[in-house]
């Protein structure tokens, strides 16, 4: 055998031990804790269910209605049914409302909060959290006015030649009084529309915010109109961001720990399936 070819068999074993290695460190992170490990764990074994809170919250967490296919749509459903599927148990959604949520959690009527929650540093001081997306907002404008379509940065937007509309009383209303002190602030009423579409395409306004998850959407229906920022279509935006994800009681770090691994493995699933319901958010 000469050097060349000894040379390529070791490459080829030291790839296989590579490959054996991921496989194994992935079934690892599969592995649920082993018993004893976990009293939550335990005891959802011993019930052969996960309780899972479910509320109506699309993208994420969508119900069906129509009596036929699975009763829950979204990213939370299909990391939930994993989390069941690798604990051996089925999934039992446990309904509730935005209210009740974390007040259900808190106490025990549920194993995990999948439907989804948004994080603040409130929530964190009572229940931890599996976090698996993100909302933002997404500026839009008339794509043919140049004091939006010039817009390089966030904050050539924060200019007193700038008219910015919002819907008064919405939740990014104090936000955009922060973050644009310095443009001219147009506070409008409601009139039912997601956004101030509106009052963008009159000319009355050079720019709106709007939920990042419902510009595709609008983007189709609407021609016209620009977004910012314009990379992956809004979808990445970091403006305005609020951290989403799953609840779960303090106090159980060997449960969290687990339920964070499986989340990370699944995490291209969970973007594509978001993307997926995304398209449908009207």
């Known amino acids: 055998m000469n050097r060349f ?22 079934a690892l992170a599969q592995t649920p ?43 939370s459903w299909l990391l939930g049914k994993e989390f069941a599927k690798l604990l051996g148990v089925k999934i039992a959604p446990v309904p509730v ?4 949520k974390v007040p259900a959690l808190i106490a025990n009527q549920m194993d995990i909060m999948i439907g ?10 009572i229940i931890d959290f599996v976090t698996f997306s993100s909302t ?16 390089k940065t966030l904050e050539d937007f924060n200019k007193p030649e700038i008219t910015m509309a919002y819907f008064s009383g919405a939740g990014e209303e ?9 443009a001219k602030l147009r506070g409008v ?13 009159a000319g009355r306004s050079d720019v709106a915010p709007l939920n990042r998850m419902l510009w595709p959407n609008i983007n189709k229906k609407v021609k016209g109109l620009a977004v910012f920022p314009k990379e992956n279509n809004c979808q990445d935006s970091k403006i ?27 995490e291209p699933q969970l973007q594509a399936e978001e993307v997926r319901m995304t398209q449908n958010l009207k």
């Open 33 to 75: 804790p082993a018993p004893g490990a976990s009293p939550r764990i335990d005891a959802i074994r011993k019930a052969g269910v996960l309780r899972v809170g479910v509320v109506n919250n699309p993208p994420w967490l969508a119900q069906n209605t129509t009596g036929e296919g699975e009763p829950w749509s979204g990213p």
């Open 189 to 201: 009423a409601n009139s039912g529309s997601v956004a101030p579409i509106e009052e963008v395409l």
């Open 97 to 100: 409302s935005h209210e009740t």
């Open 136 to 151: 933002g907002v997404c500026m839009f404008g008339r794509a043919d006015n140049p004091k939006f379509t010039n817009a």
């Open 240 to 266: 305005f961001e609020i951290k989403t994800g799953m609840g779960v009681n303090k106090n159980e770090q060997v449960y969290l720990d687990w339920l964070r691994e499986v989340e990370k493995r699944m």
């Open 5 to 26: 070819s000894s040379s390529l068999r070791i490459c080829r074993h030291l790839a296989l031990a590579a490959v054996a290695a991921g496989i194994s460190a992935a």
């Open 174 to 182: 104090p936000l955009v009084r922060e973050q644009f002190s310095k």
């Open 116 to 125: 989804p929650l948004n994080q603040n540093a409130e929530r964190a001081k």
